[in-house]
């Protein structure tokens, strides 16, 4: 796949002064009593909601928040993020209850140049998930064109992240979906080398297709999180009572050969810190991998290994990062999650392009307080897993070329 592929057509191209525009976005953020306790998922849409709404669009935003069981569900209202967008926009937000049906129609056509709109979760409708034709045109009524700024669930083939690209045209992306795409796009297409990947996280399970991915794209593949433990059994190192997935231990084996076929350097840690809990209750020493006792948890990456790492990473140009190098819930657990975020940092301040996916490692650099040093951190859990994994995300591909 070519840069290009991913080059769509983006609010830039539209013509939207007078027009409604319909605008999937990903305000699925968490509430309490009525009130948004996250508003990061808001505010990340509000380059896109200001460019629209000051060239005169007339705005129509649709979302889904949590897990509706297929119908209207107080608790999974929208309605609270009204108030806050308000607060944000600093001006009024029209409501309607549906979104669809000829109440939220009336509602966008009332609507005048430069105002917004914001309907009732998709989600209290299961036509949304299951993209049902009726349903994705029933949406397509509420606007003359269509944006998609929700890479959060552009993996997703929903009534309002494909089918209604089928009703509703010209679609293209907003700027949030855009830069998600021009950073993981290019990182996985044209990264400039020597271009390193990090992985780590819980299971090898829900990664191998990343790592196979990446396999044939980086330079340098650096494995921590539990899954390095799955690798070390492979390799006939001790493991102790840690995370390990034996069903996985072959397709562990078959990974380090592959690695070793392509020349690709797949480095994993030397040393890890172990306990007898993985909550905190007790403390943590410093073990090389090969003395492991049989009682030994392996709860984060050792120094050594991070020193390793940094030196590995040292000359990357361009570093793809998934997975916690341990359990950096637990403060004591986390230097190694944290030592990474640290050189990575570093090297962004350098002129390297860093780019961090899935929702427990961008957690964890946020909380790190090195987020800003960072190229990018990825919106969407799920669907940048997916992008790593090479897959092509539905959401994008309905969206319109640049070229076209
Ligand atoms: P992401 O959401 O970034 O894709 P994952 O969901 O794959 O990451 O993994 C995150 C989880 O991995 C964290 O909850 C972390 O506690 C866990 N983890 C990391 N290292 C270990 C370890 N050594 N043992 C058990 N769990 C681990
Ligand atoms: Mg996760």
């Not at 990264?191 to 990090?198: D, I, K, L």
């Not at 990974?255 to 797949?266: F, P, R, S, T």
């Not at 090969?290 to 030994?296: K, R, S």
């Not at 650099?365 to 919106?379: D, K, P």
Request: hydrophobic fraction near 45%.
């Amino acid at each position: 796949m070519t840069a290009t592929a991913f080059a769509k057509k983006t609010v830039q191209h539209l013509d939207c002064a007078g027009k409604r525009v319909l605008m999937r976005v990903d305000f699925n953020v968490p509430t309490k009593d009525g009130e948004v306790t996250d508003a990061t998922r808001i505010e990340a849409a509000l380059p896109t909601i200001r460019y629209l709404l000051q060239k005169g669009a007339r705005l129509v935003l649709v979302s889904h928040l949590g897990r509706p069981k297929g119908g209207p569900e107080p608790k999974y209202s929208m309605k609270p993020v009204q108030a806050r967008l308000e607060r944000l926009l600093r001006q009024s937000v029209a409501w309607t209850d549906d979104c669809v049906g000829p109440a939220a129609e009336a509602a966008s056509m009332v609507l005048k140049n430069g105002e917004v709109l914001l309907c009732e979760n998709l989600r209290f409708h299961p036509e949304e998930e299951k993209n049902v034709p009726a349903f994705a045109e029933a949406l397509a009524k509420l606007g003359d064109c269509y944006v998609n700024d929700a890479f959060g669930t552009a993996h997703r083939a929903h009534a309002s992240t494909e089918g209604v690209t089928k009703y509703l045209r010209p679609a293209v992306a907003g700027f949030l979906m855009q830069k998600e795409l021009d950073y993981l796009g290019k990182a996985l297409d044209q990264p400039v080398r020597p271009f390193v990947a990090v992985l780590g996280g819980s299971k090898i399970s829900g990664k191998i297709d990343v790592i196979t991915a990446l396999l044939g794209k980086v330079d340098r593949l650096i494995i921590g999180g539990a899954m390095m433990f799955t690798f070390n059994k492979a390799k006939g190192l001790p493991t102790g009572k840690s995370l390990v997935e034996d069903d996985r231990v072959e397709l562990a084996k078959a990974v380090l050969a592959q690695a070793a076929e392509k020349k690709i350097e797949l480095l994993l840690p030397v040393d890890c810190i172990v306990s007898s809990a993985t909550d905190g209750s007790a403390p943590g020493t410093v073990k090389k991998v090969d003395v492991l006792g049989p009682d030994d948890i392996g709860v984060d990456i050792g120094p050594e290994s991070l020193k390793l790492f940094a030196d590995k990473l040292r000359d990357a140009k361009t570093v793809v990062w998934n997975g916690p190098m341990g359990i950096f819930e637990v403060p004591a657990f986390a230097a190694g999650t944290l030592g990474v975020a640290k050189v990575m940092a570093g090297l962004r301040d350098q002129g390297a392009v860093t780019v961090v996916g899935g929702g427990d490692s961008v957690a964890a650099v946020q909380e790190s307080g090195l987020a800003e040093r960072f190229s990018h951190l990825s919106t969407g859990g799920g669907a940048s897993l997916e992008f790593l994994e090479g897959k092509v995300l539905p959401g994008v591909a309905a969206l319109e070329e640049a070229g076209a």
